[in-house]
């Protein structure tokens, strides 16, 4: 089981950094030149989708090792907060600091899905855009921790 989880997470991995590199010469523009409202667009559907493969790795891991992703109306929120907690099954997949920075994320896809791309405001997109790749990285990091604590599980459960 653990070992399948595995490779899923690479494949969302490797998808994830290949949507930031697409992105990467846009992002680095707009760090000195406001954007254009197509751009605008462009980014707020890289965040989108930042966060919908962040969450995609999440739900694999509910799906493999927990009890199955959340129901409900909140279960965007559930599925975060349970990614910062331990299991019987697993420890902790991100620290509750991590947690606290991906609701930023999670909060925009919301705003992304509900509102006209028109409706969109650079002064609120920007932190999440311009942060958006070390966010990835420290994602990356938690996920490495997360994968060495569930090889040492697995290779003491023989």
């Known amino acids: 089981m653990w070992h399948d989880l595995k490779k899923e997470i690479a494949v969302e991995r490797e998808a994830l950094d290949r949507l930031l590199s697409m992105h990467h010469e846009l992002t680095v523009k707009c760090a000195s030149i406001p954007p254009t409202h197509i751009e605008i667009s462009a980014l707020s559907a890289m965040l989108h989708s930042f966060y919908t493969g962040i969450e995609n790795l999440f739900k694999r891991v509910a799906v493999n090792l ?35 920075c991906l609701y930023n994320y999670l909060n925009f896809r919301h705003v992304f899905r509900h509102a006209y791309a028109f409706e969109l405001r650079w002064s609120k997109m920007a932190p999440l855009v311009h942060d958006c790749e070390a966010t990835f990285q420290r994602v990356m990091r938690e996920l490495d921790n997360f994968a060495m604590a569930m090889d040492k599980k697995s290779n003491a459960s023989g």
């Not at 927990?66 to 559930?78: A, F, K, L, V, Y």
């Not at 907690?85 to 697993?90: A, D, G, S």
Request: aromatic share 2%; no cysteine.
């Open 66 to 100: 927990d009890q199955g992703i959340p129901r409900g109306e909140m279960w965007h929120s559930r599925l975060l907060d349970a990614m910062a907690l331990p299991t019987p099954n697993r420890p902790a997949v991100i620290t509750d600091d991590l947690r606290d």
